[in-house]
């Protein structure tokens, strides 16, 4: 069975663009979270989507964003990049509700220059 | 929201020797505590988790403990292995239901 899996490995965008990162979860999970771990430094929770629909957000501006597909995969959304946001962003599953183990993907690192 | 604090942020210890690493959690109704193992350019991995009407959970060398009244929960290495390097993250699901991470442990097992 496939793990998560998480698109593209890399991204090197230049400040003020738009990135877009996708995560594709277990089959059958259909809650999917993201979080941001800056370089060092732990995971701090963006967004929770499950069933299609946005459940919960961080502490993260509007210019994050995403949505989750009927097929359950997932997109994040950054705009305006900032220097700042150069980080790895991890995506995780799990089965419905968040009530079971939460499973990670790889990770996509975002370089903002 | 929930909050969880993660110490000590880094833990040396002699191979064969016991580590020892503690986490306290804010959210009263948080049921569910996981523990992660991130090894250098890698995911956080699953390793021990364990649930509110459970006391003491053991896999092996991992042993994870949760003191619901104190609100704080371990997790226990015995005869440590220099695989065993890496950072280490406590996890709570509370009310709000995503996990909240504490903010790692670095673990070097020293040969």
């Known amino acids: 069975e496939a793990g998560v899996t998480q698109s593209p490995t890399h991204l090197i965008k230049t400040r003020g663009q738009q990135a877009t990162l996708r995560c594709s979860p277990i089959?059958?999970?259909?809650?999917v979270y993201w979080y941001q771990q800056a370089l060092g430094l732990g995971l701090q929770f963006l967004l929770w989507?499950?069933?299609?629909?946005?459940?919960n957000r961080g502490n993260f501006p509007p210019r994050f964003s995403g949505r989750q597909f009927p097929n359950y995969s997932s997109e994040l959304n950054v705009n305006a990049l900032e220097l700042e946001d150069s980080a790895l962003y991890l995506c995780?599953?799990?089965?419905?509700?968040?009530?079971?183990?939460?499973?990670f993907g790889q990770g996509t690192r975002l370089t903002v220059v | 929201g929930e909050n969880v604090e993660q110490h000590p942020s880094t833990l040396s210890v002699q191979e064969g020797d016991s580590a020892v690493i503690k986490c306290t959690y804010s959210?009263?109704?948080?049921?569910?505590f996981p523990w992660y193992k991130q090894e250098l350019g890698k995911r956080p991995q699953l390793i021990i988790d364990?649930?509110?009407?459970?006391g003491e959970k053991k896999d092996q060398r991992i042993a994870v403990t949760l003191n619901k009244t104190a609100k704080h929960f371990s997790l226990h290495i015995t005869e440590t292995q220099p695989e065993d390097s890496a950072v280490y993250f406590c996890?709570?699901?509370?009310?709000?239901?995503?996990?909240?991470f504490g903010s790692g442990t670095q673990l070097t097992v020293l040969p």
């Open positions: 989507y499950d069933e299609g629909e946005e459940r």
């Open positions: 995780a599953s799990s089965l419905f509700g968040g009530e079971t183990e939460a499973f």
């Open positions: 364990i649930r509110s009407n459970v």
């Open positions: 996890a709570a699901r509370g009310s709000a239901r995503q996990l909240t």
């Open positions: 959210d009263s109704a948080s049921n569910y």
């Open positions: 089959s059958g999970h259909t809650s």
